[in-house]
């Protein structure tokens, strides 16, 4: 059974730094993976999907990575911004299009 | 496009009630999920329909649980009856699968309230 692991569970940092976040899983067969973002009381927004033969994607001051050998995935956030304060979210596709989802990271962007 | 649509937006309900959620996929899209968010256990995979047909519902809790998909625009998630720990928020996605490549949007949820 595919697991998935993000850390760290929250984050406080300035306004302009760039940040890394971390999501692990453990079975390696994947058919892609992606970032989402979920503000409070909200729905989830998909933010990067990385297809298993891609190494990395970018959007914006996105940018994920991808190592499937080694069950790892990084969501790169540079120059952070207030707005940028929320719940970022990893999943993994394994098979039949259904997600497995880490815990998250809360982030926190302090102005 | 407006979007994926869930119904109601907060539902709360006494133990024992019958409870119906629902849920109006991106137009175009073959795919339909639920879900289900909790603290304790995160984002959970409830049922997973492809044009319209249930493929995998292994996230079902129990009998309790009930979902359908009469047509490509409409999908309902049902409990009864509904329990205190069936509190949590249920959400609705779809996406146009492309041999499982493609992203899952999300409705905003739907907060249930069991008392």
């Known amino acids: 059974k595919q697991e998935v692991t993000q850390i760290p569970a929250a984050l406080s940092v300035p306004e302009g730094e760039n940040l890394v976040l971390n999501c692990s899983f453990t079975d390696s067969a994947i058919y892609n993976l992606q970032w989402f973002r979920q503000d409070p009381g909200k729905g989830l927004t998909s933010l990067l999907l990385?297809?298993?033969?891609?190494r990395e994607q970018t959007s914006g001051r996105l940018n994920a990575s991808l190592d499937k050998s080694s069950g790892r995935s990084t969501l790169y956030i540079a120059a952070s911004q207030p707005g940028d304060s929320a719940t970022y979210l990893c999943?993994?596709?394994?098979?039949?299009?259904?997600?497995?989802f880490g815990g998250g990271t809360r982030l926190m962007v302090k102005p | 496009d407006a979007g994926v649509i869930q119904s109601p937006r907060h539902e709360v309900t006494e133990m024992g009630q019958e409870v119906t959620l629902r849920c109006k996929p991106i137009s175009g899209h073959n795919s339909l999920f639920w879900y289900r968010q909790t603290m304790m256990r995160g984002l959970e995979l409830l049922i997973y329909f492809n044009n319209n047909v249930p493929i995998d519902d292994s996230g079902m809790p129990e009998d309790r649980f009930s979902a359908k998909m009469p047509n490509a625009s409409f999908s309902t998630l049902k409990i009864q009856p509904s329990e205190p720990r069936d509190s949590a928020v249920y959400f609705c996605?779809?996406?146009?699968?492309?041999?499982?490549?493609?992203?899952?949007?999300f409705g905003p949820g739907t907060r249930l309230t069991v008392l």
């Open positions: 996605a779809s996406s146009n699968e492309r041999g499982g490549t493609d992203t899952q949007y």
């Open positions: 990385i297809q298993s033969s891609q």
């Open positions: 999943a993994v596709n394994n098979a039949g299009n259904m997600l497995t």
